[in-house]
């Protein structure tokens, strides 16, 4: 991102544009279906909601993603559609078990370089060690422990398995971030639409004007 | 009805006069290229800015303990507060583009030269407004790369002799960024842009006084000038199309292009981010700070690197017109200036150190050794160019030039 900012400078200077490469990051395409979206809503309020929060997000939300009423209730389990996403946890024995409080993941899926790739990759990223204790490729010395049990899982089809979890929840994680990016895309098309009309109406009336000239 | 409200009007204040003589009939050179359309587009930008921001303020909270929050409202309940937002965050990149481009243009063309020193001075004035306001607004989303960049760059006041402890303090309205420099900086961020729109009255008198400049480098005779409208409202208009076609691809596509990820992190005074960096508007001037070992010397030539653009019209000291058109030597300096300004950028925008620390001490000293030598530069040129023969096409510029001051001696 750095340097593609830094690179656009230098485009615009016309001269080399420079691509920085991005962190070890897995090459992974995070879907953006619905169903994928709200697979990775489940997993996050079952499993991450345990520590986190998403506090920028009320149950009331979700139903944006097309879940039925029934699904809702279900996930929400007795929680009121205005609350927010909260851990049911208690913040000060967050802090004695991990020496911090878990990051809010509203926006984890743009806080970070490489967004929900990112996500994905710390998900997966658990292994064990020769001791036997279990580390991250991404985030060494990560406070988090590996709530998939991806550095546990040995069977190929059981690692597919978790990994399909992991990028359902990045899906997911990327829509909290960003709720309105469909319906931005949608009105981006139209808008360019009709400045791309507008504009060749504008060069056609400036080269008919300009024609007077001659 | 219309026309008698109008002579009502007129006869009161000059309004069909003003609009005739400052808009319709307003002279303009019929050669300008598209590279004049970037002064109404900056135009354009602040009025964009100014409206967003209007209504952005409307729901924002300037309070440490909920700025950030109030941010993630305007992007989440808000009607359309995304697209303001983002309008807001991609215009303030839009806008230095945009400048910067208009700069290059001045530079270029030499459009600085007498007698439009006032043009671009106020010009200069204008582009310290807009950085200041930039640099006030990044503080209010109030995430970790806007705290940790305002404690940084408010620092640096710290290279005052004397009295630096004191101005920071001062600056701050406390020992470290916080509530008070939050407060402040949106009361200044909101305030600022009216000074700038101030400063632009002033660089329109200006403009309408001296009349545009143009790629020839010289007063064009009558004939050569036509009306502004309709001829370069067309021009203008068009050339907003394909601005806004640009400006909106970003702003519905990839509005975080500009955005340093770390900045939704919530400011954090006890954890530093593993890399501050500036936005990438300040990064040259940001490189040539961290290439000077010595802090207060970095400040200086900080400062110094954004002033020097005002001394250009005593530094080129060349009579040709026609800026780097017709002066090969001055059109690669220029050349040589602006790729400097992308490599400086490159490195102000990596941690210091190593190989790139040599690389932004040499771009610095290339930076001002470009302005230092021209007054050289410009006259061995001149001489050089005169004892070459000048190209045809700039000898009757010039003797259309000669024989005008000539008349009117």
């Not at chain 2, 303030?92 to 001045?106: C, D, E, G, K």
Request: proline share 6%.
């Amino acid at each position: 991102m750095k340097g593609l900012r830094a690179g656009l400078f230098i485009l615009l200077c016309m001269t080399v544009q420079v691509v920085k490469a991005e962190a070890e990051l897995a090459d992974v395409d995070i879907p953006d279906t619905p169903e994928a979206v709200q697979r990775g809503a489940e997993t996050a309020v079952n499993t991450c909601l345990a520590c986190h929060n998403l506090k920028f997000l009320k149950y009331g939300d979700l139903s944006q993603l097309g879940f039925t009423d029934k699904q809702l209730d279900d996930l929400r389990s007795g929680k009121g559609l205005k609350e927010t996403l909260k851990t049911d946890m208690d913040p000060t024995m967050l802090r004695e078990g991990f020496g911090l409080l878990p990051p809010d993941l509203s926006l984890m899926a743009k806080a970070r370089e490489g967004g929900p790739r990112y996500i994905y990759s710390l998900l997966t990223g658990f292994y064990q060690k020769a001791d036997g204790s279990v580390d991250n490729h991404v985030f060494p010395g990560v406070k988090m422990p590996d709530v998939l049990n991806y550095s546990d899982a040995k069977d190929p089809a059981q690692r597919a398995a978790i990994e399909e979890q992991a990028r359902d929840a990045a899906a997911f994680l990327a829509w909290a971030a960003d709720p309105h990016a469909a319906e931005r895309y949608q009105l981006g098309y139209y808008v360019l639409a009709y400045l791309a009309v507008l504009t060749l109406l504008l060069y056609l009336s400036k080269r008919r004007i300009w024609a007077r000239l001659h | 009805m219309a026309n008698r409200v109008i002579a009502w009007i007129d006869q009161r204040f000059p309004l069909s006069a003003f609009i005739k003589n400052e808009l319709t009939d307003y002279p303009t050179p019929r050669n300008l290229s598209y590279w004049w359309n970037f002064g109404f587009l900056a135009g354009f930008m602040l009025v964009l800015q100014i409206v967003s921001g209007v209504f952005l303020a409307m729901h924002y909270k300037p309070d440490v303990s909920l700025a950030f929050d109030s941010v993630q409202h305007i992007m989440r309940e808000v009607n359309y507060g995304w697209l303001l937002r983002y309008m807001h965050a991609v215009g303030a990149s839009a806008f230095f583009i945009v400048i910067y481009i208009h700069m290059a243009r001045t530079l270029y063309y030499g459009s600085f030269r007498a007698p439009r020193e006032l043009m671009w001075w106020s010009g200069q004035a204008l582009l310290l407004l807009l950085m200041a306001t930039a640099f006030m607004g990044y503080l209010l989303p109030w995430g970790q790369m806007s705290y940790w960049g305002a404690q940084v760059i408010t620092s640096l006041f710290r290279a005052t002799p004397w009295v630096g402890d004191h101005l920071v303090l001062w600056l701050r309205g406390d020992y470290v960024v916080g509530d008070a420099t939050l407060n402040r900086f949106f009361a200044l961020h909101y305030l600022v842009p009216f000074f700038i729109v101030g400063m632009v009255l002033i660089h329109l008198v200006a403009l309408h006084h001296v009349k545009s400049s143009n790629p020839s480098g010289i007063n064009l005779a009558a004939k050569d000038n036509i009306p502004f409208h309709p001829y370069f409202t067309a021009k203008d208009f068009f050339g907003l199309g394909v601005f806004l076609i640009v400006f909106c691809g970003f702003v519905f596509f990839k509005p975080e292009f500009f955005m340093e990820p770390v900045n939704n992190v919530p400011a954090n005074p006890l954890q530093t981010p593993a890399h501050i960096e500036p936005e990438w508007y300040f990064l040259p001037f940001y490189a040539i700070l961290r290439a000077i070992p010595d802090k207060l010397g970095g400040v200086v030539a900080m400062v110094l690197s954004i002033m020097i653009f005002a001394a250009m019209p005593y530094l080129d000291r060349s009579k040709l017109p026609g800026g780097a058109r017709f002066r090969p030597i001055y059109r690669i300096s220029f050349y040589i200036f602006i790729a400097d300004v992308a490599v400086l950028s490159y490195v102000g925008a990596h941690p210091p150190g190593g190989v790139l620390a040599e690389v932004g001490r040499v771009a610095t000293f290339l930076y001002f050794a470009v302005f230092l030598l021209l007054p050289l530069v410009s006259k061995k040129e001149e001489a050089w160019l005169r004892a070459r023969g000048l190209p045809s096409e700039l000898e009757a510029l010039v003797a259309g030039e000669d024989d005008k001051a000539g008349g009117r001696r």
